[in-house]
Nanobody, 124 residues
Framework: QVQLVESGGGLVQAGGSLRLSCAAS????????VGWFRQAPGNERELVAA????????YYADSVLGRFTISRDAAKNTVYLQMNSLKPEDTAIYYC?????????????????WGQGTQVTVSS
């Protein structure tokens, strides 16, 4: 099993920045992808960004491309999501999750370990 703890959420004004962290422990050697998802009230959970352990290829949703950056520190077993130029529509609970899928993992069902989530609120 993999345990995930997110941190770094909070309240920020539109145009501001936040950096989320996701610290992993446990069977971290079995992780192939780490994704950041978000879920706003009444909406489905959506993938925002993902990074693969091998090659560190990344994926970004169109809505955050150019504003968010996902990165990882392998020595610390931590993945970060740097969020710049935040908009009110970025308001949501943000979750990190890990996948043991060898190929790319872009769907909720392809992730099997989830953190507890951290609230991000962007005021206008």
């Amino acid at each position: 099993q993999v345990q995930l703890v997110e941190s770094g959420g909070g309240l920020v004004q539109a145009g501001g920045s936040l950096r989320l962290s996701c610290a992993a422990s446990g069977r971290t050697f079995s992780i192939y992808s780490v994704g950041w998802f978000r879920q706003a009230p009444g909406n489905e959970r959506e993938l925002v960004a993902a990074i693969r352990s091998i090659g560190e290829s990344t994926y970004y949703a169109d809505s955050v491309l150019g504003r968010f950056t996902i990165s990882r520190d392998a020595a610390k077993n931590t993945v970060y999501l740097q969020m710049n130029s935040l908009k009110p529509e970025d308001t949501a609970i943000y979750y990190c999750a890990t996948s043991h899928r060898l190929g790319s993992a872009l769907r909720v069902g392809e992730y099997d370990n989830w953190g507890q989530g951290t609230q991000v609120t962007v005021s206008s």
